[in-house]
């Protein structure tokens, strides 16, 4: 019979703890790159903004994430204080047109008109 070769690959001889160990370093490093990658990209979209509180300063990745949150906060109470002012303009008209509606319907009513009738249903109309 003739010799057989077998090829052992190292994964064979590990155990399940020992591979673990292995892979752990480079699964955490994988880890860093994500999340120093995402800083960086947090840095560069926020570039303009970070120049404005640290001109010429070397920001560190906490400095980037604090900027970061202080920013989105800031984004946050302006559109909070935009979609207020919207909803406020809303109620108006709204309320405006209610109270349109119930002047018409009261001076309907009445079968006679008369000359301030006429003007103030003409004025509400404009």
């Known amino acids: 019979m003739a010799p057989s070769t077998v090829f052992m690959e190292p994964d064979n001889l590990l155990t399940p703890k020992e591979k673990n160990k292995l892979r752990k370093p480079v699964v955490e490093k994988m880890r860093r790159d994500r999340i120093n990658s995402s800083i960086e990209q947090l840095k560069l979209l926020l570039e303009k903004e970070f120049q404005r509180h640290q001109p010429n300063s070397k920001l560190e990745k906490a400095d980037i994430l604090e900027?970061?949150?202080?920013?989105?906060?800031?984004?946050?109470?302006?559109?909070?204080?935009?979609?207020?002012?919207?909803?406020?303009?809303?109620?108006?008209?709204?309320?405006?047109?209610?109270?349109?509606?119930?002047?018409?319907?009261?001076?309907?009513?009445?079968?006679?008109?008369?000359?301030?009738?006429?003007k103030l249903l003409s004025h509400f109309q404009k």
């Open 67 to 118: 900027m970061t949150v202080s920013y989105l906060k800031q984004q946050s109470q302006l559109q909070l204080k935009g979609s207020f002012h919207k909803s406020s303009q809303f109620d108006f008209r709204e309320g405006y047109s209610r109270c349109l509606q119930e002047a018409f319907h009261f001076l309907s009513l009445h079968k006679v008109r008369t000359e301030t009738q006429t």
